[in-house]
Each structure stands twice: as structure tokens, then as C-alpha cells.
């Protein structure tokens, strides 16, 4: 296994097992779905992520920026040129497990495809072989919050386990009253919610939509709802890390982020590495995003290796929390650390 980024070795497997908290299993056309869906009030996404796309798809990021230029159509085509072959999933899972990688999440999406489908539909037909492995989070959108329910309660029955909702593109903030039937019937289902927190590039929603307020509101408004903050509510990981020692089943996932730079000072993410031994020890999650940092998911594990925080802290981070969060009726019984004020 190499590091695509530098041609490098990869690590060797990390000790401790895997599990990615957000991933993205697509075939082509649900890739395509997943890219247009960003055009609608998020077009920047194309342009600031402009090499993590070229990098993923295995594109010619020159190509892919002139073609930029003429619209989102043409560039996706330079991504998922038509004659692309569609991705090998089991060969894709065996490589991950490879790596260590035990488990994954994969995040839906309500977006329609050509053929009527949705994008959640596509990823609960290609995973089926897989559901040892994958668990299905369906996205929903909120603009309608009847389409919502019906869209929940349609993947549910086909074997999502859990929610994605995404506040900037759906242009709304997910803690206005108008959602709460759809929150409450995650609810009273027990099917954990992953919520896109902190920055965005969106230039046209506000900063604040999908804040640690958001989740705070919802946390407090439905104490039975598991919510996981992707991207750990960064840059307020402070905020969101004191939400969730405020409500037990608030977790932090930092997918999008590299672990070799939560150190640096200025980071953002020195409360995350303070209190790793107290308030965050059994509420961080590992993510990658897929596409963000295309790298060989060895490669990110170890970075977290590299943080220094000891074997257990580290083996929680990279999984077991993760696995807890996963099990069921049985997954809010973990220990509750001591809370100090030197972490």
C-alpha cells in the first residue's frame, strides 16, 4: 500500500482496529448525484476542493479546472468521464480491511438519480452484501419537512440504521421548531443523527448555520437523540466538546481534518488533545470524509497514533466509541470519565 499523495509506503496497519464514522460508498452515477447536489447554494465546494476531487477520481486537476470554468457539468465529466468503470465495492472493503478498518458508516443522500432512484436507495442496493461492514446513514433534506419523514421512513424499512443531514445545503438551520417532527422521529426510532457542524464554504448561507448551537438546541430539545457533530463543530471544537459533556449522547467526529495537525498551535483543536482524558475520551469519533484527504485510510489512523494519547485513548478514538455508539440499545453504557480542569 502506498501513499498516493507521495508515492511513500504506506504505515503499517494501526494496532487498534477502524471504524470510519463517515464514508462514502458511491457508484458513478451516485457520485454525480452527490456533485450536483453541491450546485445548489454550495458551488464553492467544486472550486475549493478542486485537487481533493481531481486526486480522488484520479483526474487531471488542470483539466478539471479549466473545464470548471464551464460550468459544473463539465467538470464532473472530467471527474466520472462516461466510460468510467463503476467502482469495485467488495475489492474497494477488502482493502479497507486490509488497513484495519473493521466497520463503516456511509452517508446517504436524497438527491434523485436518472433512473428515479435516490442516492440512498443506490447505497442500500450496493452495500446489502456488505451489512457485516457497512451501516447505511440515509440522507435527508430538510427544505420539506414532510418529504423529510417520508424519505426517513422509506430508508428505514429498506435497512438504513441512522440520518445524515447537511443544514447549508438544505439552507436551513436544522434547530428551527418547523424540524423537530422529523428529529423526533429519529428519536422515538433510535437512529442516530450525523449533523454537518462548524465551517462551511457555502458563501451564501450564513456562517452560523449547523453551529454547536445547532446541536445544543436539538441535544436539549430531544435528550434521546444520538447526534454525531461531523467535523466536530471545528473551529468551536471547545463549544461543541462542552455540548457534549453536557448531553451523553452528543459525539464529536472529525472527518475532513488531518490528526498530524491538531497539535499545531492555533489549530483550533487544543481542547480536543486538553481534555482527551476526561471529556473527550468516549466521545471522539474517527472519519475520513473519502474524498477529502484521498489518502489510504492507514495513513490518517496513524497519524491519530501519532498524537501521543496512550494505546486506550487512541483505540477509543479509532474505534471503540465508535463501536459502543453502534451497539445498539447498549450503546450510551460507557464509563463517564472523571472531569478536571487539566485534561
Avoid at 165 to 182: C, M, Q, R, S, Y
Avoid at 250 to 266: D, K
Amino acid at each position: 500500500m502506498t501513499d498516493p499523495a507521495t508515492g511513500a509506503a504506506a504505515p503499517a496497519v494501526p494496532a487498534a482496529p477502524v471504524v470510519d464514522a463517515c464514508a462514502l460508498l458511491y457508484d458513478n452515477a451516485s457520485w454525480r448525484a452527490y456533485l450536483r447536489r453541491f450546485t445548489h447554494g454550495a458551488a464553492e465546494y467544486l472550486d475549493v476542493f478542486s485537487k481533493s476531487f481531481a486526486r480522488f477520481f484520479g483526474a487531471d486537476h488542470g483539466a478539471y479546472r479549466a473545464a470548471l470554468a464551464d460550468g459544473w457539468e463539465a467538470a464532473v465529466d472530467v471527474l466520472l468521464p462516461r466510460d468510467r468503470p463503476e467502482p469495485d465495492l467488495a475489492a474497494y472493503l477488502a482493502d479497507r480491511a486490509a488497513q484495519g478498518v473493521v466497520a463503516e458508516i456511509a452517508m446517504g443522500s436524497p438527491e434523485r438519480l436518472p433512473d428515479g432512484d435516490t442516492v440512498n436507495d443506490r447505497v442500500l442496493d450496493l452495500t446489502s452484501r456488505f451489512r457485516d461492514r457497512v451501516r447505511v446513514w440515509a440522507g435527508i433534506a430538510l427544505g420539506d419537512t414532510g418529504a423529510a419523514l417520508a424519505e426517513l421512513d422509506r430508508a428505514v424499512r429498506a435497512g438504513a440504521t441512522g440520518l445524515c443531514v447537511i443544514p447549508f445545503l438544505d439552507g436551513t438551520d436544522a434547530a428551527d421548531p418547523a424540524h423537530t417532527p422529523v428529529f423526533g422521529a429519529a428519536a422515538e426510532a433510535d437512529l442516530p443523527v450525523w449533523l454537518h457542524t462548524g465551517h462551511h464554504f457555502a458563501a451564501g448561507r450564513p456562517t452560523g448555520i449547523g453551529s454547536w448551537r445547532t446541536l445544543e438546541a436539538l441535544a436539549a430539545r430531544h435528550p434521546r437523540l444520538t447526534l454525531v457533530a461531523g467535523h466536530a463543530g471545528w473551529p468551536d471544537v471547545m463549544e461543541t466538546l462542552l455540548t457534549a459533556a453536557r448531553h451523553p449522547r452528543v459525539y464529536l467526529e472529525f472527518s475532513s481534518h488531518r490528526a498530524r495537525n491538531m497539535a499545531s498551535p492555533g489549530s483550533g483543536w487544543e481542547p480536543l488533545l486538553h481534555h482527551a482524558r476526561t471529556l473527550a475520551r468516549h466521545r471522539v469519533l474517527f472519519g475520513t470524509s473519502t474524498w477529502v484527504n484521498p489518502l489510504p485510510v492507514g495513513v490518517l489512523a496513524a497519524e491519530v497514533e501519532a498524537l501521543g494519547l496512550g494505546e486506550e485513548i487512541t483505540a477509543d478514538w479509532l474505534s471503540g466509541n465508535a463501536l459502543r455508539m453502534l451497539d445498539g440499545p447498549r450503546r450510551h453504557r460507557r464509563p463517564a470519565p472523571a472531569v478536571t480542569g487539566t485534561g
